[in-house]
């Protein structure tokens, strides 16, 4: 009998050892200090992670502040597909309110979960507060309701992550202020140490300043949000499958554009930290998965592997950029060797992963700094791309990317805090904005749009000039705009309803009185407006036949209005122009089809533009200039290639800087 027991057993003994050997080689740091706070909780609790938080009812964290500072609440609805813990019970502040935790110096996460439902009779889309730890502004005026409206996908709670240094002699103290008139809560606070300078100076791996003229020092002072963390390639990890320090890392294929490219994953695959990069840098799934452009050279050749991420403007940024080498094949430096470009400008012009880590299974990661500049609107796209560089003769014309962190940095006074999400605009009744009919009316319509794609094709063509004379920075992307939406131009300044006559025949335009385009807008409401450009604001508007995006002229703008006519009256169908009227847009077409690029470029710039990037555009303005409007390209497309140009020109003026680089020349 006693053998039998014995043979029964050891199969999951076995099991049992792989396990605890594979966490302990995944999981090699140990916090010093992890403090999980279930705040309005009366007693200890288990999250579904197996973590144990303590109720914060009785908290020695928070003894110094008066009793009715602050109420408990559970959540009005126990909503089964949100976690019981911590996010179903909170703890409401009616003023000021403190905690503060006893921690040993260095840098700490400091996660709030928050989860805006409704407590009691208080009605949480009232709720606005500002949050600061010690002397840094986390949040100001915040509202966590508008921060889960805003969500993609759709979310019913959220955690935001900081990262905290304490100094010597010093305490954490988490302040909760409630706006006036309002009140703040928070549902559960997670406090875990890290290693030292772990993102203060990347262990040694040196900062690369992307932004011309920006230089900061990142020391242990530095307070940073952590606004990305993603698995490049892989699956979501929790915060029990992190490396000690309970991060979580989530799918990057949210924020793709274009061409996703390959995920390439090897099960069982080696990954051998170093010195340089230990263990707890990232969790061996994040090595061992990554996104790869794929097998096909011509292919990779002609898209980038990007990336965008709203975030704030009017922070700097830090990038860390995981990579590791996991394919077999690859174990030479120059086997693979590609550019980094951040926000449209080049981060990196000769990335060779082998090189950086020094051979294949080895995981390393570069940080980068980016300035994100204030503009217009409150939210800015951060691009990340990256793209084969082939002037070294690498083997194999690849980018690949195995993990992402982004993180933003606080200003000189220590402010964090962004600007909350626009609220969500709801549309008008259905009856006001019905679906496209079918029949003339539709077809009207849909010749708007035609114009309108039309005036930006030649806009985009005439940027053949225009763009070598000045490096454009990084234009919008109109193909973010609903499928359905449609453009229309009217002009009308604020001091006059006189709108502009124009000479387009009718027979392609339908024209709105100034009334119908105020209750297209409700009467030019904040809530609708959708972007802003030189001439004015645009704004989301609803007519009886869709949706309509409605720029309106400003009277303050620096553009005027025969600039703004232009625009409006500008051909929309090139080919059917009279030889005497014919456009830059035309002309590019023509030396394109007679392969005289070289009529194109300014006399003034010869020699300064790269051939390729010059057959790049180009090739842009012959695919804008088809007969058949479904033969052109869309904006979207229109945009992203002018921008490869432009990253096409920088490289070959970057190689023309060198002491053996090429000429340009035409």
């Not at 875990?192 to 900061?216: C, E, I, K, Q, W």
């Not at 003034?604 to 479904?630: D, M, R, T, W, Y």
Request: hydrophobic letters at 35%; charged letters at 20%.
């Amino acid at each position: 009998m006693s053998i039998f027991i014995a043979l029964y057993l050891l199969p999951p003994l076995h099991l049992f050892l792989c396990v605890t050997a594979t966490k302990d080689y995944s999981l090699p740091y140990s916090p010093t200090d992890l403090i999980l706070l279930n705040c309005g909780a009366s007693s200890n609790l288990s999250s579904p992670d197996g973590r144990s938080w303590d109720g914060d009812s009785q908290s020695k964290f928070a003894a110094s502040n008066p009793p009715e500072a602050s109420s408990v609440f559970e959540a009005s609805n126990q909503d089964p597909s949100v976690n019981q813990v911590p996010y179903m019970t909170a703890r409401i502040f009616h003023s000021k309110f403190t905690y503060t935790f006893p921690v040993l110096p260095g840098p700490k996460f400091v996660r709030l979960y928050f989860y805006p439902a409704s407590y009691s009779n208080l009605d949480i889309s009232t709720s606005y507060f500002s949050i600061s730890a010690n002397n840094y502004q986390l949040l100001n005026n915040f509202s966590a309701s508008l921060t889960v409206s805003a969500r993609i996908p759709p979310v019913d709670y959220f955690t935001k992550e900081f990262i905290i240094t304490v100094r010597d002699n010093q305490k954490l103290e988490l302040t909760f202020i409630p706006s006036p008139a309002s009140f703040s809560f928070i549902n559960g606070i997670e406090i875990v140490s890290m290693p030292d300078s772990f993102y203060a100076r990347g262990h040694d791996n040196p900062l690369t300043y992307v932004s011309p003229d920006v230089h900061t020092f990142l020391d242990n002072t530095t307070a940073l949000e952590t606004v990305y963390r993603l698995n490049v390639g892989g699956q979501d990890i929790g915060s029990t499958g992190d490396t000690g320090m309970y991060r979580t890392w989530n799918q990057d294929s949210e924020y793709l554009i274009g061409q996703a490219g390959n995920t390439p994953y090897l099960p069982g695959v080696k990954i051998k930290y170093t010195t340089k990069t230990p263990a707890y840098s990232a969790p061996v799934k994040v090595y061992s998965t990554m996104r790869s452009m794929g097998p096909e050279p011509l292919l990779n050749m002609n898209y980038n592997l990007t990336w965008i991420f709203p975030v704030d403007a009017g922070f700097l940024y830090l990038l860390r950029l995981h990579f590791c080498e996991t394919r077999k094949e690859f174990i030479n430096i120059n086997q693979q060797v590609f550019l980094i470009f951040i926000n449209n400008q080049t981060a990196e012009h000769d990335a060779d992963v082998i090189h950086m880590s020094g051979g294949n299974g080895i995981p390393v990661y570069k940080d980068y700094i980016v300035l994100v500049p204030p503009g217009s609107q409150s939210k800015q796209d951060l691009w990340l791309e990256l793209h084969p560089n082939m002037e070294l003769k690498p083997t194999y014309a690849d980018a690949i990317l195995n993990g992402l962190e982004i993180f933003k940095l606080k200003t000189t006074d220590g402010n964090l805090a962004g600007f909350n999400p626009d609220p969500t605009v709801a549309p008008p009744p259905a009856e006001q904005h019905p679906e496209r009919r079918t029949g003339k009316r539709s077809s009207i319509i849909m010749v708007i749009g035609i114009v309108g794609g039309s005036i930006g094709t030649v806009f985009a063509c005439s940027l053949f000039l225009y763009f070598f004379a000045f490096k454009q920075k990084r234009v919008k992307d109109p193909s973010k705009s609903e499928e359905k939406s449609s453009w229309t131009i009217i002009s009308q300044t604020s001091r006059s309803t006189t709108t502009i006559s124009s000479s387009l025949p009718t027979n392609l335009c339908q024209r709105f009185t100034f009334v119908k385009i105020k209750e297209a807008t409700r009467n030019f409401d904040d809530q609708n407006i959708i972007g802003s450009g030189g001439f004015g604001t645009v704004y989301k508007g609803y007519i009886e036949y869709g949706t309509v995006a409605i720029k309106r002229l400003d009277s303050s703008s620096k553009q005027g209005t025969r600039e703004f006519r232009t625009e409006i009256e500008m051909p929309p169908v090139i080919p059917s122009l009279p030889k005497d009227q014919a456009s830059l847009a035309d002309w590019a077409r023509k030396c394109y089809q007679r392969g005289t690029l070289d009529q194109i470029v300014d006399p003034h710039l010869k020699g300064e533009v790269s051939p390729v990037s010059l057959n790049k555009f180009a090739e842009i303005a012959n695919s804008c200039l088809h007969g058949q409007g479904i033969e052109r390209p869309k904006m979207g497309d229109v945009v992203w290639g002018l921008e490869f140009a432009l990253q096409l020109q920088q490289t070959a003026e970057k190689n023309a800087n060198s002491v053996d680089g090429p000429n340009l020349h035409c």
